[in-house]
């Protein structure tokens, strides 16, 4: 494989990896998020709850002391107030406060962003959002919503049983996910970033070894060919048995072989040559005789 599409592929499977292990990451902060928030809304509503619990019971004894027929008209009013001074910062997050009356669920309160609406009542049926259904069963808790649009919500709620009201509070799914996915957009493209300079770099450091590992092959390559030619053709003098090298100068063979391997030479004396210079044979190692070895 080309060295530069190995390359490219480590630098696609770093970007690859890195991105896996950020996505992992980023999506387990999420999930511990969500868990927060509902933890968050969850008290945020018992915690009103509780506030307009005590409000609506020293408005009760308030009216009974002062003649007063209709005290519950006092706390709502109350609670607008209250509610008008609150400004949220997500326009996705709601907080409803609604009683049931002739059949329909009218709204007391019902703030979205920074504005206090009174939304027209709507009709008690299987239309109804399940916060709202489950609260005027008197229940409390944290539910997942989806409402007409197909927004996604977290939704907590809890009934206030001296007005018998609901309350509900909602978040939405996005504005919670929105800093994670911008988060997961910058790093994203920082780590495209790093990883292509950091590859940049490693080239730059390792081009000049890189190089000088290549000449070495050359030479390592070369020096097999060499060593390769004592197996072919040797040009070799039929008199003195000296070699021709590829420079054209006459070798002893013994200068030749040590020069082209790794073997060396030992000097002995044969049977025949022996016999033929000194007129005998030499001695046999093992028997101690002369003979042929």
């Known amino acids: 494989m080309h060295t530069r599409l190995r390359l490219f592929l480590l630098v696609m499977l770093m970007i690859g990896v890195t991105v896996i292990a950020k996505v992992i990451t980023i999506g387990i902060l999420y999930s ?24 609506a019971a020293h408005d009760r004894d308030y009216a009974a002391m002062h003649s007063i027929k209709d005290w519950r008209k006092l706390t709502f009013r109350q609670i607008q107030n209250a509610l008008s001074q609150i400004e949220y910062s997500e326009k996705d ?32 049926d299987e239309n109804m959002p399940e916060p709202l259904r489950l609260a005027f069963e008197g229940k409390s808790g944290v539910i997942y ?32 996910s929105i800093p994670f996915k911008r988060a997961s957009y910058i790093t994203t493209s920082i780590t495209i970033v790093l990883v292509f300079a950091a590859s940049f770099l490693f080239i730059l450091l390792t081009n000049p070894i890189l190089k000088k590992l290549h000449s070495s092959i050359a030479e390592l390559k070369k020096a097999l060919e060499e060593v390769r030619t004592l197996s072919g053709l040797l040009p070799i003098c039929a008199s003195c048995k000296k070699i021709r090298d590829d420079k054209g100068y006459w070798n002893r063979l013994e ?19 022996a016999e033929k210079l000194y007129g ?3 001695r046999n190692r093992e028997t101690g005789k002369s003979g042929e070895s």
């Open 32 to 55: 511990s998020e969500i868990e927060d928030e509902k933890e968050h809304l969850y008290n945020t509503v018992n915690s009103y709850s509780r506030l307009i619990e005590a409000v």
């Open 255 to 273: 200068d030749y072989v040590k020069t082209h391997t790794d073997a060396d030479f030992t000097h002995g004396i044969c049977p025949e040559c």
């Open 145 to 176: 919503e989806t409402d007409r649009r197909g927004m996604e919500y977290i939704a907590a709620y809890s009934y206030i049983p001296t007005l018998e009201t609901a309350i509900v509070k909602h978040r939405s799914m996005e504005s919670i």
């Open 280 to 282: 005998k044979k030499p």
């Open 93 to 124: 997050e709601q907080l409803i406060i609604a009683e049931k009356n002739d059949g329909m669920v009218r709204f007391i309160a019902f703030k979205q962003g920074p504005e206090l609406d009174r939304s027209d009542p709507i009709p008690i």
